[in-house]
């Protein structure tokens, strides 16, 4: 599988853009970008993914690099809901989702 | 849509006893995955069916685990002989469509082995 390498921790204030990073060198063509993420004491749930282009949908905006060897996940305004551990997972044609340690969000009132 | 459930929420069991979990995926999803998820981890793929066919079983998932989804609705997951390494959080997944699909997570089942 393709590795992802994130940070393993982000803060921000409420109602302030989260950006979070995620680098994929090794990514190939055919890998598609997918965050989930992971509330406490939940499953993962999906967030958003990508080929190449950017992505937008009601939870957060997905930032693809040009050369596409990394990915930025945008949050606009974080909520203290939006405390989690975000997951960034490449996409061949497996079927399976391969989880890193992700980055754990804390959202300060 | 109910979404996926999973039952039970939580369990409680001393080595060596034998536990099953079972899966209700979203109705009509063909697709549906088992995860374990240990503590600060991220989850680890086990086994995954499509309709009743397994059609892959990861190395963790050692012969004292046997998954079955016999209609190709709901699965169980059963552990035999647990150990106190089998503590972790099981979790369920399924999806309908082929490739790139959406994975929809239920609320796991927390095993804690004494």
């Known amino acids: 599988d393709a590795k992802t390498t994130q940070p393993n921790s982000m803060e921000s204030n409420e109602e302030e853009p989260v950006h979070l990073p995620c680098n994929h060198s090794?990514?190939?063509?055919?890998?598609?970008i997918h965050w989930y993420r992971q509330l406490p004491s939940q499953g993962p749930e999906y967030v958003i993914h990508?080929?190449?282009s950017n992505v937008n949908n009601r939870m957060a905006s997905l930032a693809i690099a040009e050369d596409r060897k990394s990915s930025t996940l945008i949050l606009h305004r974080a909520t203290l809901r939006d405390a989690a551990v975000y997951y960034c997972?490449?996409?061949?044609?497996?079927?399976?989702?391969?989880f890193g340690a992700g980055t754990t969000v804390t959202v300060r009132a | 849509d109910t979404g996926v459930s999973q039952d039970p929420r939580h369990k409680i069991t001393k080595r060596g006893q034998n536990v099953t979990f079972r899966c209700d995926p979203i109705?009509?999803?063909?697709?549906l995955y088992w995860y374990r998820q240990t503590l600060g981890q991220g989850p680890e793929f086990l086994t995954y069916?499509?309709?009743?066919?397994?059609?892959?079983k990861s190395r963790l998932l050692s012969d004292r685990f046997s998954a079955e989804r016999p209609k190709g609705s709901f699965s169980t997951l059963e552990i035999q002989r647990t150990e106190q390494g089998d503590s972790a959080m099981y979790l369920c997944?399924?999806?309908?469509?082929?490739?790139?699909?959406?994975?929809?997570f239920g609320p796991g089942t927390r095993l804690l082995v004494l």
């Open positions: 997944a399924s999806s309908l469509k082929p490739a790139q699909e959406t994975q929809y």
């Open positions: 090794t990514i190939s063509g055919t890998d598609y």
């Open positions: 990508g080929l190449t």
């Open positions: 997972i490449l996409r061949g044609y497996d079927y399976k989702l391969s």
């Open positions: 109705s009509e999803h063909n697709r």
């Open positions: 069916f499509q309709n009743e066919a397994q059609l892959e």
